[in-house]
């Protein structure tokens, strides 16, 4: 591949161009292992559980303690790898490019409580985008756990270790209610949790609450009181290891995204600092506000690979297991440019959350973990000699602020829609379609979420965030971000 030397102005425009040179060459090598990766994974699982099952189902009829806790941490274990190595990371679209229906972020129902659809939005779409923005990142503790100064401190916030304690054990379910917002709903007007968007409708709140319900019941009847009834008599043994085998799962979970942004090094932002941010800046906030956790592969493996939260964060719709790999370039990159990269044992980055919790229940607490917050103005400096050129692939794009538009005209074919439209080569397909009259569903508009991703057909487009040109079949598109090249048909 020819290379092009591409000469970024600052720092923080060239700490950009290496993490988007990172993210083309690690698409690139994305396919068939990632493939048969994740396939191998979803056969392990629904064996694992499989298998768990039959174990505390012959434990409980024959009263064999040992086939008991070993078949509750077996179905532990599955209920882990479904939720966070499959089902997070399905549904952050990292297997899309399979076109496997069974592994698309846009078909796959995962076996957790929490519907795909609320956690795609709350998670994909306003945590990442937003990450550890006070009253913008919900996901800033949950709601009802205070865990800066940035946070009005109210008489509720005395008790939230044993919130936490709570959440902790049925995180699953509280997870759920975490789209609809319902903080907001059900505490005072005063004890509410910062928003910068006004609270939805009442509708809207009980729309979600009635699609929990819903998948909720479901999953009730089938772990707590199906598969009790088979053992007959011994009914009461195997719920009680299924409730167990559960709580181990919600505790595991919530230490390992607690332990993503709410741990010592971590740095939280107002709003207004975060206001028309660039690729760079946004890179920057993602590691500031994010923390690694260190360990063996198989340690990795059982968090979803969210033990490496910073790579997970810059990089969203890369393969998890990918990841540990792209640590090693991602920390190195830091480290050229004086950004703080976090990154602990289980026992430490554990320890400093509940440290945070226990500090912050109390109306006085100051942040004084970290005295001096890292200063992104530090990046704009001049580069230096060596380096005033960064060798650049010649399908990487310069930074939107530096690209020349070119404004031809095209013609766009949204199939679904039965509709064809002129559109510009300098506007996204987005915002052709939206200007057309339809209604694509869309989260960030910032290619971070993969909400608005559909089927390309045919043309060619180049996505405006990494200067990445298609080919001209059947391919998936990101429509905020991508900008046709030729006349194209949709499927939307």
Not at 2 to 7: A, F, G, H, L, N
Not at 83 to 101: A, C, K, R, T
Request: one cysteine or more.
């Amino acid at each position: 591949m020819q290379s092009k030397i591409v000469k970024p102005k600052n720092q923080l425009e060239a700490f950009q161009f290496e993490l988007d040179q990172l993210y083309i060459n690690t698409l690139g090598q994305v396919g068939e292992t990632d493939a048969n990766y994740i396939r191998r994974v979803v056969s392990i699982k629904n064996i694992l559980e499989f298998s768990s099952r039959i174990l505390i189902l012959g434990g409980a009829l024959l009263w064999n303690p040992v086939a008991l806790i070993i078949g509750v941490l077996g179905l532990s274990a599955s209920q882990i790898i479904e939720s966070m190595e499959i089902g997070h990371n399905v549904l952050h679209g990292q297997y899309d490019f399979i076109n496997d229906p069974e592994l698309n972020s846009k078909t796959y129902e995962w076996d957790v409580v929490v519907p795909a659809e609320q956690w795609k939005h709350s998670h994909n779409v306003v945590h990442h985008d937003n990450s550890n923005i006070i009253g913008k990142d919900y996901d800033i503790g949950y709601g009802s756990i205070r865990v800066s100064d940035d946070i009005k401190w109210n008489p509720s916030h005395l008790l939230q270790v044993f919130t936490a304690i709570f959440m902790a054990l049925d995180f699953q379910h509280l997870a759920s209610l975490h789209d609809a917002r319902t903080p907001e709903f059900v505490m005072p007007k005063a004890w509410r949790p910062p928003a910068v968007e006004p609270r939805p409708p009442w509708s809207e709140f009980y729309r979600k609450m009635a699609q929990y319900r819903r998948k909720a019941v479901k999953k009730i009847f089938r772990d707590y009181i199906f598969y009790p009834a088979m053992a007959g008599p011994f009914f009461l043994t195997v719920l009680i290891a299924n409730l167990i085998a559960r709580a181990l799962t919600n505790i595991w979970q919530f230490s390992i995204i607690f332990c993503g942004h709410f741990i010592e090094n971590v740095s939280f932002f107002k709003p207004e600092e975060c206001e028309n941010e660039s690729r760079g800046q946004w890179y920057a906030r993602q590691i500031l506000s994010t923390g690694n956790i260190e360990g063996s592969s198989l340690f990795h493996f059982m968090t979803g690979h969210l033990s490496h939260h910073i790579e997970h964060h810059l990089f969203p719709d890369v393969p998890g297991y990918r990841y540990p790999q792209l640590s090693i370039e991602v920390k190195n990159i830091c480290a050229r440019y004086g950004i703080p990269y976090e990154s602990g044992s289980f026992t430490k980055q554990f320890k400093t959350v509940w440290i945070r919790i226990i500090k912050f229940s109390f109306p006085n607490a100051k942040e004084t973990l970290r005295p001096e917050p890292f200063d992104l103005s530090s990046l704009y400096q001049p580069l230096n000699e060596e380096k005033d050129s960064i060798q650049m692939d010649t399908n990487y794009s310069q930074p939107d602020s530096e690209r020349s538009p070119i404004n031809n005209e095209v013609e766009i074919v949204f199939s679904e829609s039965k509709q064809t439209v002129k559109a510009s080569t300098s506007e996204s397909i987005l915002i052709s379609a939206e200007l057309n009259g339809l209604t694509p569903v869309y989260g960030c508009r910032k290619g971070i979420c993969h909400t608005c991703k559909v089927t390309k057909t045919s043309g060619r487009v180049v996505d405006n965030n990494t200067g990445i040109e298609s080919g001209n079949g059947r391919e998936t598109i990101r429509v905020c971000v991508s900008l046709p090249l030729t006349n194209l048909c949709i499927e939307l």
